[in-house]
Structures are given as C-alpha cells and as structure tokens.
C-alpha cells in the first residue's frame, strides 16, 4: 500500500518544524527523462570526438567509448547534484531538488552512495526496482534514497520572510563588503534561509542550551560557504551571524554601507 505523504514534516531535537514537499513520481520522471536525454547528448558529442582516434586504434577508441560512457552515465549526476546542491540538468528545470531527509545540507557520501545504487534502481528495465521502492516508501524514496537517507523534493516559490518581524537588526557588518553579500545570496538556498529565519523567529519558544546548539549548528554552516574578514565576524554571537546573514538576504538594498549609529553585538 503507498502511504507517501505530499508534505513531509521535519522537527529538528531542538523543536523547530517545517515541511518539506515532496516531488510526485511523474515530475521526477520527467527529470530522469531530461537527464538522461543530456547525458545520451554528452556521449554523442564525445563519441564523435573518440572517432578520430579510432582511424588510427579502433580497439583503443572502443575502449575509450565505453570508459567514457559509463563516467557520463554515473559522474554527470553526481557532480550536478554535488554542485548545484542538490539539482542536476532534469531537475532544475522542473523544479525538484535532491535534500537530506532530515533536512540537513547534502553531503558528499550521500550524493555518491544514491547515484551508485542508481544501477540497482534501473533494474530490470526503466526503473522497475526503483519505481515499486518508490511507490511502497512513505515519503516516495528509491533504493538509492533509502541507503543515502535522502529525500526529493518539489521547491515551491518561496515568500521572501518579513525580517521586520525579528525586530531591528542594528549593525550589519556584512554590509561592508557587498560582493561577499552577493556570494551568499547565490549560496544560500530559499529553502535553508526559511529555516534559518523559523529559527530566529521562534527563539523565545526554545530551551536555552538547545537554542545554542541550533544556531551553533547553523552559523557552522553559513560560516562555511562565505567567509568574511575576520574583523566582520570575529565578534559576533552565533545567533547575530543569522541575524546578519538574514538582513544581506533579505535587508533593503538601499540602506547605507555605513551606519550611523553603531550597535555593540549582544
């Protein structure tokens, strides 16, 4: 019996929920059909480019179709997936994105184990075996979702949160440095600024050390796909860091490099 959900609902130890749409098994079989369409494009360029060896070692030129072959066929996901965060070709254009069914940022391993049993979901035909361990699992997941603990879901157009809300942010030394600011715009996914907005919003609703141990979790990780000079950060509490990525995300465009009246970070 399918008992898959179209929302998956994720509640973090420290009390934060959120949802989580799940893709339906046409959108992502039209992104398999997308990819696949690619790499097939891929091979038949290469293939043309290995021609030329071939008029001087046919058998060298075989080998090298098939070498060539295989690493498209299992490289181009893992790479896209690795880079572009989740998305390959396919799924960027229907709006679907691979993410840790706990709702935690991809890791590597993961996006390598769900591509290499990828060959195991494609039994015997047209993702047989994947299909019926998709349409079984409750939150739609094929073998490769399962072992990798990961989920596909469908990204809906994101409202941009009203930081308003989170009170006056004071001092943003992030403003300072606008290209970096632009570096983390292009980093930060909609979905992962959501979770760090809920985050904020609902502090006075969570346990201290809990709280701490959330915005530590996730200041770890900002901190990591941007970093700014150290006299921009070197003092800042985890839980400001949010605050101030949060205003570059969504902050006015239009407001002075400068302040002009200077907060000390709480």
Same mark, same amino acid.
């Given at each position: 019996?399918?008992? *898959?959900?179209?929302? $998956?609902?994720? +509640? ?15 959108? +992502? ?9 690619? &790499? ?29 072959? /295989? ?6 996901? $893992? ?18 994105? &691979? $993410? ?6 991809? *890791?590597?391993?993961? &996006? ?19 299909? /019926? ?23 809906? !157009?994101?409202? @941009?949160?009203?930081?308003?809300? =989170?009170?006056?942010?004071?001092? %943003? ?12 715009? !292009? ?14 919003? *609902?502090?006075?609703? =969570? ?15 900002? *901190?990591?796909?941007?970093?700014? @000079? ?13 605050? %101030? &990525? ?13 302040? +002009? ?6």
């Amino acid at each position: 019996m399918n008992r *898959r959900m179209p929302a $998956m609902i994720v +509640r973090t130890p420290e009390g934060v929920r959120f949802a989580l749409h799940l893709a339906t098994p046409v959108t +992502r079989g039209l992104a398999a059909v997308t990819d696949t369409a690619a &790499v097939a494009l891929l091979s038949r360029l290469a293939g043309l480019t290995i021609s030329l060896v071939a008029v001087v070692d046919e058998d060298f030129a075989l080998a090298l179709n098939v070498l060539i072959f /295989f690493v498209l066929t299992i490289g181009y996901s $893992m790479t896209l997936e690795w880079f572009w965060r989740g998305q390959t070709l396919g799924k960027r254009l229907l709006g679907l994105r &691979v $993410m840790d069914a706990r709702g935690l940022p991809l *890791r590597l391993p993961q &996006v390598v184990l769900r591509n290499l049993l990828r060959a195991v979901d494609s039994l015997p035909i047209l993702y047989v075996v994947g299909g /019926f361990a998709a349409w079984c699992s409750r939150h739609g997941q094929r073998l490769g979702d399962l072992a990798a603990d990961t989920i596909v879901v469908r990204l809906a !157009q994101p409202v @941009p949160p009203d930081i308003a809300t =989170l009170g006056a942010p004071g001092y %943003n030394s992030f403003r300072k440095y606008p290209h970096l600011e632009a570096r983390l715009r !292009q980093l930060v996914a909609p979905e992962e600024a959501a979770i760090v907005f809920a985050a904020v919003q *609902r502090r006075d609703e =969570l346990d201290p050390d809990a709280r701490l141990r959330l915005f530590a979790e996730l200041a770890a990780d900002l *901190r990591g796909r941007v970093r700014f @000079p150290p006299e921009a950060v070197e003092e800042l509490a985890d839980e400001q860091y949010l605050r %101030n &990525v949060l205003d570059s995300l969504h902050g006015r465009r239009n407001r002075d490099p400068e302040p +002009r009246h200077v907060c000390t970070p709480i």
